[in-house]
């Protein structure tokens, strides 16, 4: 599309091939601000969604304004209270008045050029200021009719301040006209996107069509895609602005969707190792687990035994709780893989939580006569040589690690399966890196940030999802509170300390200078100081080394420290039982399904449990609901209103573009009309996965 030069426009080039330089008024620079909206062809133009939309109002009479208008106490002069708040794109609370010029003169204010005209109409006369626009002193005469939107100030006396000016000659939109509000961006304005849209689909507008059915687009109620671009940028009424939208808003879902099922189509095609596990192997391989498994971990082996004897590349995901028991259920799986002579990856997002896996479970695999290793990035060399020739050879079963297991140096003799923990925390690309390291790889994906079924379903459209909603036997409630000052936890957490509990303090920021707000070093320093020392206090946040890190928090897990300070590096997996309390400083900082993780921390074991934030007031609704509320599916549930879904599925951090799937708009039930669309079409899934691949 690049290339500058203008060249002769292929009649019958998708839209998404039409470059924005074809359009009048769009050269380089504009292009480029274009590019920062996501917008990159004409098709994108096409689609681009306002935010809303906007009805040109009545005329207000001066008199009105006048009566409008009020000083305000702060401003130096009476310029700058007018300049103050001014807004650029006249949207908001605009109000329209007319009438004819009877003075109008030009100073300077603060290095803007201002044009003060006084208009006047029957019911009275008002000044209305024009900032920054020079030219209308040469523009103006007196008498002149004028048409003004802007909004009610105070300069010396009731006024007002020009957002839109229109002559006689070159009208402002009649009352009752409705225009689209776009997210405009620095060096583009209003008027050009509304007028560069315009022109997109007086040229263009002819070539879109609409790939889905009418009677399909019937049954959802919405407008076919010409029709629907048609309202967004012309509007004829809000209602139809609406259906409009909906219609729009299912473009980058179907792209999604079309990429998801090319994926699966292709996995169908392939063959995987196919692992046959009867019930009595099933409860065979149970048995090297130092506990029973849980009714629910059973239900989701059930699942996997069908999943693995099938013969096609697994691809399960298994959401549940923090502490539901996952890790042992990956192991599960990776014991009967193993077991059948294939190798097995079990990749997590941090060394903290891959060491703890290798730790936690090689003595199991090793009772089993199978050898496993560790891969991580601080490994040294001599010692990561041995694990990739391992791996190479197919000494190695099971090797437990970070990213470092998706390079590529690390080559296996048969991986058949991957384990993912906290799945989200990787993107869709660097799952499939670790899959491509075998011919056909079972994957099993786990995550405890868990997402409503439904939703689940649409989004990773290529799982299947287990979910373990029970915990393990045992475990008590965790009492959560909110907590004002750090005094207040002397009281509360002194005799668990005495008991030889173990303590984590949660401070998000490595440092922090205010006093109310330190951040972990600083809270660490003066823990350490004070009387806790006797108990043993360690710190470990994301800039020590691995290596000092993993020592440090030995210590904490064997009870040498029983108060560990630490930032957001213990949110996934940490494993301490004898941890009974956890203090989150700062909470405001973190969102509710992270506290909710970080809560998942303690009341590992039999022991009774409680968490306390601290936090701005701002955040005391939020907190509230940690409070009364420990079920991670409604707190997440939550989470996904509040801060839209991109944060929550760890998307963005995965650097998909999914650009236009969250936000206040989100409309769930779009997703699986998207999904539903796709499957029943199978030629959406060529034109929408070839427009914008997902990874
Ligand atoms: P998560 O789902 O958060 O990854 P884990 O797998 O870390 O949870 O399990 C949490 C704790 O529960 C671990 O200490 C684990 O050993 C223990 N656990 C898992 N399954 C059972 C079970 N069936 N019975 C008793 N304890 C279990
Ligand atoms: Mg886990």
Redesign the pocket.
């Known amino acids: 599309m690049g290339g500058g030069t203008k060249r002769a426009e292929d009649p019958d080039a998708p839209l998404h091939a039409v470059a924005l330089e074809l359009l009048g008024g769009v050269g380089p620079a504009r292009k480029e601000r274009l590019a920062v909206l996501g917008i990159r062809n004409v098709h994108e133009l096409l689609c681009t969604l306002p935010r809303r939309v906007e009805r040109w109002p009545e005329w207000t009479p001066l008199a009105n304004v006048r009566a409008l208008a009020a000083p305000r106490p702060k401003a130096a002069s009476a310029e700058e209270e007018a300049l103050d708040g001014d807004d650029e794109d006249g949207s908001g609370e605009s109000l329209r008045v007319r009438g004819g010029i009877v003075r109008f003169r030009f100073s300077r204010f603060a290095g803007r050029s201002l044009v003060r005209a006084t208009l006047g109409d029957p019911s009275g006369e008002l000044d209305v200021l024009f900032f920054n626009q020079p030219w209308l002193r040469e523009r103006f005469r007196k008498g002149d009719e004028l048409d003004v939107l802007g909004r009610p100030t105070w300069a010396g006396g009731p006024a007002f301040v020009a957002s839109r000016l229109g002559f006689t000659d070159s009208p402002l939109p009649a009352p009752g006209t409705l225009t689209p509000v776009y997210a405009s961006t620095e060096g583009l304005s209003q008027e050009m996107l509304r007028t560069l849209c315009l022109q997109a689909l007086e040229r263009f507008g002819a070539r879109l069509h609409e790939p889905i059915p009418a009677a399909v687009l019937a049954e959802h109620d919405l407008p076919p895609l010409p029709e629907a671009v048609r309202e967004i940028h012309a509007p004829t009424g809000e209602l139809q602005f609406v259906r409009a939208r909906r219609r729009l808003g299912l473009e980058p879902l179907l792209a999604l969707q079309a990429g998801i099922a090319a994926r699966r189509a292709e996995r169908k095609r392939t063959a995987a190792l196919a692992l046959e596990c009867d019930e009595r192997l099933a409860l065979e391989l149970e048995r090297h687990f130092p506990?029973?498994?849980?009714r629910g971990?059973r239900e989701v082996v059930r699942e996997l035994r069908e999943d693995l004897a099938r013969g096609i590349p697994m691809r399960r995901l298994v959401q549940?709780d923090?502490?539901?028991?996952?890790?042992?259920v990956g192991a599960w799986a990776c014991l009967l893989t193993a077991r059948a002579g294939a190798q097995c990856a079990f990749l997590a997002p941090t060394e903290l939580l891959a060491e703890q896996h290798f730790r936690g479970l090689s003595g199991l695999f090793e009772r089993a006569g199978l050898r496993t290793a560790l891969l991580v990035g601080s490994l040294k060399a001599a010692a990561r040589r041995e694990v990739l020739e391992g791996l190479e050879s197919g000494a190695i079963a099971v090797v437990f690690g970070t990213h470092a297991l998706l390079g590529s140096p690390v080559k296996f003799a048969r991986l058949a399966l991957a384990v993912i923990d906290e799945q989200h925390r990787f993107g869709v690309a660097q799952r499939e890196r670790l899959f491509d390291k075998g011919r056909d790889v079972h994957g099993l994906l786990m995550t405890?940030t868990p997402i409503p079924r439904s939703l689940a379903l649409t989004i990773y459209g290529d799982l299947d999802v287990s979910t373990l909603r029970e915990k393990?036997?045992g475990r008590s409630r965790i009492e959560t509170r909110r907590i004002q000052a750090p005094r207040d936890l002397v009281e509360l957490l002194e005799p668990r300390l005495e008991r030889g509990e173990r303590v984590y303090w949660v401070v998000p920021r490595i440092d922090g200078e205010e006093e109310d707000a330190p951040g972990a070093e600083q809270r660490f320093a003066r823990i350490a100081k004070g009387p806790w020392a006797r108990y043993g206090v360690e710190l470990a946040h994301g800039r020590l080394p691995s290596e000092e890190r993993g020592a440090r928090l030995e210590r904490f897990r064997r009870g040498e420290a029983r108060v560990l300070v630490a930032t957001t590096v213990i949110e996934v997996?940490v494993?301490v039982?004898e941890a009974t309390a956890i203090v989150v400083e700062s909470a405001e900082r973190l969102g509710l399904a992270q506290l909710h993780q970080l809560r998942?921390r303690v009341g590992?074991g039999r022991l009774e449990s409680a968490c306390y934030l601290m936090g701005k007031r701002s955040a005391a609704e939020r907190l509230e609901l940690l409070e009364r509320c420990d079920d991670g599916f409604e707190i997440a549930e939550e989470d996904l209103r509040r801060r839209g879904m991109g944060d929550l599925l760890g998307l963005r951090q995965a650097g998909e573009n999914l650009e236009g799937l969250d936000g206040d708009g989100l409309d769930l039930g779009l997703f699986d009309t998207a999904r539903r669309l796709v499957a029943a079409q199978p030629g959406l899934v060529e034109r929408y996965g070839a427009a914008r691949p997902l990874s």
């Open positions: 506990f029973e498994f849980t971990q549940g923090v502490g539901s028991g996952k890790t042992a405890a393990p036997p997996g494993d039982p998942g590992r």
